[in-house]
Nanobody
Framework: QVQLVESGGGLVQAGGSLRLSCAASGSIFSTNAMGWYRQAPGKQRELVATITSGGSTNYADSVKGRFTISRDNAKNTVYLQMNSLRPEDTAVYYC??????????????WGQGTQVTVSS
């Protein structure tokens, strides 16, 4: 069974930094695109950043220049370095990964979410 476990959320003042991590575990034989999404109260879940297995990245306009996504393929782990945080970055952040696992078709998996709160 595949699991995505996120860590690194918390409370930070505006202008501060946080680093999120998401580790995939289970009988994984292939890891394709990985990414981060977020959902603020009363809003739809939105894309923050994605990264392909080859390292190509894509960012939401609202986080360009402030957030950096990276991955460690050997560890099936994706990271999100968040700098210059703003109150509007407050949300639950979800990890997503498209994985191939034994006994299952290649599909996307979601983590449980980690809360990021930025105070003004």
């Amino acid at each position: 069974q595949v699991q995505l476990v996120e860590s690194g959320g918390g409370l930070v003042q505006a202008g501060g930094s946080l680093r999120l991590s998401c580790a995939a575990s289970g009988s994984i034989f292939s890891t394709n695109a990985m990414g981060w999404y977020r959902q603020a109260p009363g809003k739809q879940r939105e894309l923050v950043a994605t990264i392909t297995s080859g390292g190509s990245t894509n960012y939401a306009d609202s986080v360009k220049g402030r957030f950096t996504i990276s991955r460690d393929n050997a560890k099936n782990t994706v990271y999100l370095q968040m700098n210059s945080l703003r109150p509007e970055d407050t949300a639950v952040y979800y990890c997503n990964a498209r994985l191939g696992a034994l006994g299952a078709v290649v599909r996307g998996y979601w983590g449980q979410g980690t809360q990021v709160t930025v105070s003004s």
